[in-house]
């Protein structure tokens, strides 16, 4: 009966039963027969259909709740047998922004899955803010605030900023030796953050101020943006964690090192509504304690030596 809880969640959650039955992994009329049989054992309609998808009836929304609550309880006891057992097992579906997942996430869960052999991860990478419930997403890495007022958070690190560009692109337009220079130069902007047309700034002094910035380039995804910024197209406002080997091996050099660009918080982001399972504390206590011990993400140092 628990199947046919979660496909009527997903269901009314994603507002169709293909959508669902792509969510689950399953087909639309195993789907379809599972609401139907639902309906049968409840003895009432719990979703209208029509040709543009479906909604909730009076006893859907109802019963809603009550099977969302019953898939929590049965997570929370499988959970609760699993770690008695010691064992972490099932599926977790983790999101994260392209970049961060490919260069920090991805190369960190060979440990967990192999300590977890149960256990598995599937990453769904975006650099769009996407919907957990609709996108059936157990935990989020994000960077930068969540405003959404129905998701919790925790935080992992810090996601420490500097300005950058290639020694090649600084040798034909010169090294800027203030903020404000950056207005007379090409600046590569990312359109994910509400910051793309002005960089924010401490300085030495710790006053904070605003640079407005422009340039022939903007793109939508950071991984856009770093290779734009290693093809020595201009600067960019970047996290140090996108050029890990790049600052080290001096590909790209850090630029206006005396003011800082406002750090963003790393954190874990999950629906409010559900409870945590064992196998999701499990994938955030292993990244947890990952960026503890990585310097660039945290508050150590602003810069790799």
């Given at each position: 009966m628990l199947l046919h809880f979660r496909a009527f969640v997903r269901v009314a959650e994603l507002g169709g039963f293909s959508a669902a039955a792509r969510a689950l992994n399953a087909s639309q009329p195993a789907i379809s027969r599972q609401i139907a049989d639902l309906e049968q054992k409840v003895g009432?309609?719990?979703?209208?259909?029509?040709p543009t998808g479906v909604s909730l009836t009076e006893e859907g929304r109802g019963?809603?709740?009550?099977?969302?609550?019953?898939?929590?309880?049965?997570?929370?006891?499988?959970?609760?047998?699993?770690?008695?057992?010691?064992?972490?097992?099932?599926?977790?579906r983790l999101g994260s922004s392209i970049v961060f997942g490919r260069l920090q996430v991805l190369p960190r869960l060979a440990p967990l899955l192999e300590q977890h052999p149960g256990l598995t991860v599937e990453l769904?990478?975006?650099?769009?803010?996407?919907d957990l419930v609709q996108e059936g997403i157990d935990v989020s890495i994000r960077i930068g605030a969540v405003t959404e007022p129905d998701l919790v958070v925790r935080r992992l690190g810090t996601s420490r900023r500097a300005v950058v560009a290639t020694p090649a692109y600084l040798e034909k337009v010169g090294t800027p030796q203030h903020p404000d220079e950056?207005?007379?130069?090409?600046?590569?902007?990312?359109?994910?953050?509400?910051?793309?047309?002005?960089?924010?700034?401490?300085?030495?002094?710790?006053?904070?101020?605003?640079?407005?910035?422009?340039g022939q380039l903007r793109a939508n995804t950071s991984e856009a943006v770093r290779e734009a910024v290693l093809q020595g197209l201009g600067f960019g406002l970047c996290p140090v964690w996108m050029f890990c080997?790049?600052?080290?091996?001096?590909?790209?050099?850090?630029?206006?090192?005396?003011?800082?660009?406002?750090?963003?918080?790393?954190?874990?982001?999950?629906?409010?509504?559900?409870?945590?399972?064992?196998?999701?504390?499990?994938?955030?206590?292993h990244l947890a304690a990952e960026f503890r011990l990585d310097p660039l993400l945290n508050d150590l140092e602003a810069v790799p030596a």
């Open positions: 009432a309609r719990l979703l209208h259909r029509s019963f809603l709740n009550a099977a969302r609550a019953a898939l929590d309880a049965a997570d929370a006891a499988l959970g609760a047998i699993g770690e008695q057992r010691g064992a972490i097992e099932g599926m977790v769904a990478l975006s650099d769009s803010v996407v950056l207005t007379h130069h090409q600046c590569i902007r990312f359109m994910g953050l509400t910051t793309r047309e002005g960089w924010p700034f401490e300085g030495p002094d710790g006053t904070t101020f605003t640079v407005p910035v422009k080997k790049e600052l080290r091996d001096g590909t790209v050099v850090p630029v206006l090192t005396d003011w800082t660009p406002t750090a963003l918080p790393i954190q874990a982001v999950f629906s409010s509504r559900r409870q945590v399972p064992a196998r999701v504390r499990a994938v955030v206590e």
